[in-house]
């Protein structure tokens, strides 16, 4: 089972800066695409950056300019950098991964971090 933990969440004022971090139990290589998704309360879980193997990065338009996706594959690990927060950017953000093996193909997610951008 291929667990994702996240960590790096917290409380920051507004035009603050965060760096999540999630560590794979696997090499990422194996993973086809890994992530950062977000949910704030009473809404749906949305994505906010994703990078794919082949080297491409998308992300919200929300968030573009702002943050920055990027991987240490020595460390299995994938980052989101985070500037200039917003308000609106507070929410839950959990660490995805996708893998595919064959014919059948898997999602993994993290527990979450919560990210609180007040003054």
């Known amino acids: 089972q291929v667990q994702l933990v996240e960590s790096g969440g917290g409380l920051v004022q507004p035009g603050g800066s965060l760096r999540l971090s999630c560590v794979a139990s696997?090499?990422?290589?194996?993973?086809?695409?890994m992530g950062w998704y977000r949910q704030a309360p009473g809404k749906q879980r949305e994505l906010v950056a994703l990078?794919?193997?082949?080297?491409?990065?998308t992300y919200a338009d929300s968030v573009k300019g702002r943050f920055t996706i990027s991987r240490d594959y020595a460390k299995n690990t994938v980052y989101l950098q985070m500037s200039s927060l917003k308000p609106d950017d507070t929410a839950v953000y959990y660490c995805?991964?996708?893998?595919?093996?064959?014919?059948?193909?898997?999602?993994?997610w993290g527990q979450g971090t919560q990210v609180t951008v007040s003054s």
């Open positions: 995805y991964g996708y893998r595919t093996a064959g014919r059948s193909a898997q999602d993994y």
């Open positions: 990078r794919s193997s082949d080297g491409t990065s």
């Open positions: 696997l090499s990422i290589l194996s993973l086809n695409r």
